[in-house]
C-alpha cells in the first residue's frame, strides 16, 4: 500500500496544482484563459482592455500581430488607438478615417495614414510599423 500512495503523490500534486491554477489565472490574467478564449467581465466606462493576443509571422517572416479589444466608449467615441494602446477617440476621426488624429503613435514616432486610408503606419528611422484597421 505504501508504494501505491508513493506513486500518487505526483498525481495529486499536479492535479493541486491545476486546481490552484485553475482559481488563480483568471484572476491574474485578468482576461484570458490559456486557450485564448475571453471571459466576460465589465469594462470601466471610458476604456479599453485587451481580452486576446495573436501573434505569427507571415511567408515573407513579416510578423504579424493582432488583438482584440473590449471597449466602453462615451457616446460619441469608438474604439481606437492612442500611443500604441487601445483607447476611446472621437467617432469622426474613425468615420473620416484621420488616423493621424487620434495620435495612434509613440512618443518621437512619425505618423502617416496609408494611401489607400485603411490604417497607418508609424515610423523612426528606418522601423516601421504598419496599422490597417479591420472591422
Known amino acids: 500500500m505504501k508504494v501505491w500512495r508513493r506513486s500518487a503523490w505526483p498525481v495529486q500534486v499536479a492535479f493541486l496544482v491545476a486546481l490552484v491554477m485553475l482559481c488563480v489565472d483568471p484572476v491574474s490574467a485578468g482576461s484570458r484563459n490559456h486557450r485564448g478564449q475571453t471571459v466576460s467581465y465589465q469594462v470601466k466606462q471610458g476604456t479599453c482592455e485587451?481580452?486576446?493576443?495573436?501573434?505569427?509571422?507571415?511567408?515573407?517572416?513579416?510578423?504579424?500581430r493582432s488583438q482584440?479589444?473590449?471597449?466602453?466608449?462615451?457616446?460619441?467615441?469608438?474604439?481606437?488607438?492612442?500611443?500604441?494602446?487601445?483607447?476611446c477617440v472621437e467617432a469622426s476621426i474613425v468615420a473620416q478615417k484621420w488616423?493621424?488624429?487620434?495620435?495612434?503613435?509613440?512618443?518621437?514616432e512619425e505618423c502617416k495614414v496609408l494611401p489607400d486610408l485603411t490604417g497607418w503606419s508609424c515610423s523612426t528611422g528606418n522601423k516601421v510599423k504598419t496599422t490597417k484597421v479591420t472591422r
Open 50 to 64: 485587451v481580452v486576446a493576443l495573436h501573434r505569427c509571422c507571415n511567408k515573407n517572416k513579416i510578423e504579424e
Open 68 to 87: 482584440t479589444v473590449k471597449c466602453s466608449c462615451f457616446p460619441g467615441q469608438v474604439a481606437g488607438t492612442t500611443r500604441a494602446r487601445p483607447s
Open 99 to 108: 488616423w493621424c488624429q487620434m495620435h495612434p503613435c509613440m512618443d518621437g
